[in-house]
């Protein structure tokens, strides 16, 4: 079976045109470094069998990065009948840019221009393009209609690039050593890939590099962009604005209103998604599944009375799976607005607003999509990180990602912090994840003063320009999103209440206990409980219910409405159950539920979770993970409830004093810094300030 490569730039449209031709719903997003491995699907063209194979964007055949890497290796392999060269119409030179790449390596190209938005940089005539590079030009719109370009997959290559500029270069510093153009180009090029895939060892490679001239670089860039200005002259029509400009940038890049910009959009969110509509849709889905379960619990009940197993249909699998089914439409929606700022192209420059931050903690604006995605899914989150080219860097990403609050941690936010604060949740809530995103970049700095020191990296970032929000785009990611999630409510999370169940219904002899009392888990909670004192939750149904959050973080909500003998659709009632004295799971203070919220966010992710970090970063850094975690999530815990326990306490004075000593040694390390500052002069080699 014969493979056809994608390739082009980042947010080309590639992945869009492998879900056109091959039916698929593979993720797909306004933003470099989305695809990060190839991603493979046969498809029957005209009785043939082709694999299709969308490679991750690169812009040249030089490597920058990690995803790069993977897509140059591929194409280097030779293994394929051709390449479709995907460029998009509103970034035409820089696009054919790598077109002359893989043309100077004699590639079988088909290029194909992709007119990505309806207001266009430059109008091309495809028949000139072709006859001036000498391959057959595609175009294909949002829509994508592949036909055409179906049947030149089919063609064998009768074409011949034509590239003159190559006859103006000057190689006879190294015709010596190659026969080859091609050779002579990497050499220019200093293409260290190239030359390892081609069986030179690192001393050869040096000595190539230190025979071609100090600006081969620059004398071989220059080339390709003098030809491509004339292929574009010839070829193209430029309209009169600038792609990516947008006067919506003169506010949400603002340097004094961008990040409050960012924060009201973050507080909108939140709020639509877990009050007003979203709490809306869940208290009706709550209803619904209660009306449902109603009559076959009855009809369980009818037959076998109030046994273990009509306990185990009613607390564990018909009460844990409404209960956590009933927050669908929560996650639902923050996947929604999440896909929305995505696909609209706010996403690219928000990494552009804590790229500056992130790279004092040893991180780069690479990191930002990572730690976005993990607000969705700290899982799919993770493998993200192998976007980074810097391998710390890449630990350090991964090792952080699981403080980005998910979405599994929604049912407990909503269920325990409701109870507690009413409508006020929302300031409790979006304190939860900015708490998250701070605890990230701390531990983040720390490491990197400590066992994980990053180099300086590359980070290259466009402006996409502000696009209409492609609601069936959307819509396949919504219900990607939501098929997951029933997945998991449908098995794992089945799974682990009734593990649950069973560990808080019977004893170590296997007597069956229905109100826990001496049941296996009372005994496992009642021996740890005592570790979490300092925290305020010192009760064994509450540790418990932790421990049942390792596998998946929804369970906690379940496990507690299981404790407390709550009808587990009636999410009120669960609520109201941990306000109770008398219930097994209690909370007596505002403190000790602020604790037991931080602690939730900060330690360790799901089994899942923990599995992909496994997998990306390895088991010894996945091990220093958890421990972090954990420890970073008691210390946290404990400073926040002791500080809630002070405010509940004194009132209005400790809060002043707490906001003094912040405002002192804001102050402090402001004038330390601006007494310390040396004046900045041109031959100030330590200086990072431009001069």
């Avoid at 493979?3 to 056109?20: A, H, M």
């Avoid at 574009?232 to 603002?254: H, M, P, Q, R």
């Avoid at 928000?350 to 991180?363: H, M, P, Q």
């Amino acid at each position: 079976m014969e493979e056809i490569l994608l390739v082009g730039n980042p947010n080309s449209g590639k992945t869009t045109l492998f879900n056109s031709l091959t039916k698929s719903d593979e993720h797909v997003g306004n933003w470099h470094g989305v695809t990060v491995e190839e991603k493979k699907k046969v498809k029957n063209i005209g009785g043939e069998n082709f694999l299709i194979v969308d490679t991750p964007g690169i812009y040249s055949l030089a490597p920058l990065s990690f995803e790069e890497e993977v897509s140059i290796k591929i194409i280097e392999s030779g293994k394929y009948r051709k390449i479709i060269n995907l460029c998009d119409q509103n970034n035409l030179q820089r696009n054919l840019y790598l077109t002359l790449c893989l043309l100077e390596e004699k590639r079988d190209v088909v290029l194909v221009v992709n007119e990505i938005d309806r207001k266009l940089k430059f109008k091309v005539d495809r028949k000139k393009l072709s006859s001036i590079l000498g391959v057959p030009v595609f175009e294909v719109n949002s829509h994508m209609e592949t036909k055409e370009l179906e049947k030149e997959m089919l063609k064998t290559s009768s074409a011949k690039a034509n590239l003159p500029y190559l006859n103006k270069i000057d190689f006879s510093s190294i015709n010596s050593l190659f026969s080859d153009k091609l050779f002579c180009i990497k050499a220019f090029e200093r293409n260290e890939t190239f030359f390892k895939l081609q069986g030179y060892s690192d001393e050869k490679i040096k000595e190539i590099f230190a025979k071609v001239p100090k600006d081969s670089m620059e004398i071989l860039a220059k080339a390709r962009y003098e030809f491509l200005d004339s292929v574009i002259e010839f070829s193209a029509k430029e309209n009169t604005f600038v792609y990516g400009k947008s006067k919506l940038d003169k506010i949400l890049l603002n340097k004094y209103f961008a990040f409050p910009c960012f924060l009201l959009i973050l507080a909108g969110i939140f709020y639509l998604t877990f009050f007003s509509v979203g709490a809306l849709l869940s208290d009706g889905l709550s209803a619904l599944l209660s009306l449902i379960s109603e009559p076959i619990l009855n009809l369980i009940h009818n037959s076998v009375g109030e046994s273990f197993i009509y306990y185990l249909f009613a607390d564990a699998i018909f009460g844990g799976v409404s209960t956590v089914l009933s927050f669908l439409p929560q996650v639902v929606l923050l996947f929604f607005f999440l896909s929305v700022l995505e696909d609209s192209g706010y996403l690219s420059r928000v990494a552009f607003l804590f790229e500056d931050i992130l790279s004092k903690v040893g991180l780069s604006g690479k990191s930002v999509y990572t730690l976005l995605m993990g607000f969705g899914c700290s899982t799919s989150a993770i493998m993200t990180a192998r976007n980074m080219d810097n391998k710390n860097s890449k630990i350090k990403t991964a090792l952080i990602c699981p403080y980005m609050s998910c979405s599994a941690k929604i049912p407990i936010y909503t269920v325990v912090g409701g109870a507690f604060f009413g409508a006020s949740n929302i300031f409790v809530i979006m304190g939860l994840y900015l708490l998250g995103v701070v605890v990230a970049i701390l531990i983040s700095k720390i490491l990197d003063k400590t066992i994980l020191k990053s180099t300086n990296q590359t980070f290259i970032l466009e402006f996409p320009p502000y696009r209409r929000t492609s609601f069936k785009r959307v819509g396949k990611i919504l219900w990607k999103n939501s098929k997951a999630f029933l997945i998991k409510v449908g098995s794992i999370m089945i799974a682990m209440n009734v593990i649950v169940f069973i560990l808080s219904s019977f004893t170590f002899t296997f007597q069956f206990v229905r109100d826990g009392e001496g049941s296996i888990l009372q005994t496992i909670g009642k021996f740890l409980a005592p570790i979490f004192a300092p925290l305020g939750f010192n009760n064994w149904a509450v540790v418990s219910a932790l421990l049942a959050g390792l596998v998946a973080k929804e369970v906690v909500v379940s496990s507690i409405a299981m404790f407390n003998g709550v009808d587990a659709s009636a999410l009120r009632l669960i609520s109201e159950s941990i306000l109770l004295p008398t219930s097994v799971v209690y909370f007596s203070s505002h403190a000790s539920v602020l604790s037991f919220l931080v602690f939730c966010l900060l330690y360790t992710p799901c089994l899942a979770s923990m599995s992909m970090m496994s997998e990306e970063i390895g088991k010894k850094w996945t091990l220093i993970g958890i421990g972090i975690e954990l420890l970073t999530a008691y210390i946290v815990s404990f400073i926040v409830y002791n500080l809630a326990f002070a405010v509940e306490i004194f009132g209005a004075p400790i809060i002043f004093a707490i906001l003094s000593l912040v405002i002192i040694l804001c102050a402090t390390i402001f004038v330390v810094k601006f007494v310390s500052h040396k004046k900045c002069t041109k031959d100030c080699l330590n200086c990072r300030k431009k001069c």
